[in-house]
């Protein structure tokens, strides 16, 4: 099957999907009051753009600012980490310890703390994106052949050199995956936040929607996050095997 | 042995650290490590909380439930996908694309779907375990060596022996790993519910503790339950390791 053939069947299996759920919705095999058909989605989305653009916007601003801040950190601590024996061996377990807790547990303590605005949100996006970003950059950090760098050193590189031709290639691809993991994990944390305890974005519109039955607008915003959520995925994997190719 | 000591050392150091900062502090906001004991004993015997086994028992049992479904059905369209490599081709990609999306989303729907109760957690956490298990089998389907199902077939092995001493064994550990970042995701999707809208479950009353300001014994609750959280996701790895072993 050619590559176009795989699209072709994937446009019209969503759209048969599509049509089955009209179909549905049309005649009342489902309880429009909990599943709106894909017509009334439509009409909603139109009409909460105006309202939900805004706080699709606060809510990516604070994604952005929470994966900031985990991507930095994250980075730096994974490449301390896979780079010192001695500290990966100790920190090793705590970081996978973390990780492994529900970070949802915390949250309510995040909220005290800091409230219902903005600081609570990027807070627990930074959280939901650290430490699998650490995971992924100390584990590729670690798996650098050490014999480059022992070969590079041999013929009199300088640590910078090393650094950017050696270390910087190697290190990359784990570093861009951390990335686009972490940038799902980010945009959890300031949903959970604004869902649990928010009065801003698009967690907090999705829950009062579902608490005020509006299906329609409801899967409406579903959708818009959906499809900007996997846009953004789709992008830093393009950008992904672009900088494989530069390598 | 001397990694051992570094390690109990930072332990033994962050909670020491934490105290002496929070000692200072509104002890409301800042729980300490100190206040845990006390309030740990203390825990069981309030009012105010509700009985705690009841809700662990129910938590436990989303839990069950929502893994259970997420093996059936992760297992079934993973082989689904993985053995019929056409319509894999077609469905991968979309697949592939859901799991872009921060799960969260999903949630409201399934209360709006499913109400409070704890129908809504089952559904969240069968949704959010049935992901990784999907993807470990496709993954693990792909490391079955091609040659080594020829050989077997051309040697007269029937699709049940196929399945069993080929497949099986050059896939399990994928597909037991994937067993295990379900269930840790079950679990997360069950707390998440409980913790975003219920009446009862674990999350429930952590949240209750919370909103009593109750913080020193929501802090013992967080301690027991990633504990427990911990100790599967240890055992999950135990059993894994052996898997890995059985497969060579």
């Given amino acids: 099957m050619g590559r176009l053939a795989v699209i072709g069947w994937q446009a019209l299996s969503l759209a048969g999907l599509v049509l089955i759920w009209q179909a549905a919705g049309r005649w009342g095999w489902v309880d429009p009051l909990f599943v709106p058909t894909p017509a009334q989605v439509a009409s909603a989305l139109v009409g909460t753009a105006g309202e939900a653009l805004p706080r699709l916007g606060d809510t990516v601003l604070k994604a952005v600012i929470g994966y900031g801040l985990a991507v930095t950190l994250g980075v730096t601590a994974g490449l301390l980490i896979g780079s010192r024996r001695m500290l990966h061996d100790v920190a090793m377990p705590y970081v996978v310890a973390l990780y492994g807790i529900p970070k949802i547990l915390i949250l309510p303590w995040i909220a005290l703390i800091f409230g219902l605005g903005l600081s609570t949100a990027v807070l627990n996006a930074a959280l939901f994106a650290f430490f699998p970003v650490v995971l992924m950059v100390a584990a590729g950090t670690r798996d650098v052949d050490p014999t480059l760098i022992t070969v590079a050193t041999s013929m009199g590189a300088t640590r910078w050199q090393i650094g950017r031709k050696v270390l910087l290639p190697a290190v990359l691809p784990s570093v861009l995956a951390g990335m686009r993991i972490g940038m799902v994990f980010a945009m959890l944390g300031v949903l959970l936040a604004e869902m649990f305890a928010g009065n801003r974005g698009m967690g907090f519109f999705m829950q009062r929607l579902a608490v005020a039955f509006k299906a329609p607008e409801l899967f409406a915003a579903t959708a818009v996050v959906s499809v900007l959520s996997i846009a953004v995925v789709l992008s830093l994997e393009h950008l992904n095997q672009r900088l494989g190719r530069w390598r | ?248």
């Avoid at chain 2, 082989?79 to 859901?98: D, K, T």
């Avoid at chain 2, 872009?100 to 129908?119: D, Q, R, T």
């Fill in chain 2, 1 to 248: 042995m001397k990694v051992f000591l570094w390690r109990a050392a930072v332990l033994v150091a962050a909670i020491l650290i934490w105290e002496a900062a929070a000692a200072p502090l509104n002890p409301i906001l800042y729980i300490r490590p100190s206040s845990l004991p006390g309030a740990f004993v203390r825990m069981w015997r309030v009012p105010e909380l509700p009985p705690l086994s009841e809700h662990l028992w129910l938590t436990l049992r989303e839990i069950l439930v929502a893994f259970g479904l997420a093996i059936a059905a992760g297992l079934w369209l993973g082989f689904l996908l993985g053995l019929r490599r056409s319509i894999g081709r077609i469905y991968e990609p979309l697949l592939a694309a859901l799991y872009a999306i921060p799960s969260v989303v999903w949630y409201p729907s399934l209360m709006l779907f499913f109400g409070l109760g704890p129908a809504s957690k089952i559904a969240f956490g069968f949704l959010l375990g049935f992901f990784p298990i999907v993807l470990a089998v496709l993954a693990g389907i792909r490391q079955v060596p091609a040659p080594l199902v020829t050989v077997a077939v051309s040697m007269g092995a029937r699709p049940a022996a196929v399945f069993r001493k080929v497949m099986l064994p050059a896939m399990a550990s994928t597909m037991v790993g994937g067993l295990r970042a379900g269930l840790a995701l079950s679990v997360v999707g069950v707390l998440v519910g409980e913790v975003l809208g219920a009446r009862s479950g674990l999350g429930y009353v952590i949240n209750y503790a919370y909103g009593l300001l109750m913080t020193a014994e929501y802090g013992v609750l967080v301690v027991l339950v990633a504990g427990a959280v911990l100790a599967i996701d240890g055992a999950g790895a135990l059993l894994e390791a052996r898997v890995r072993r059985w497969a060579g």
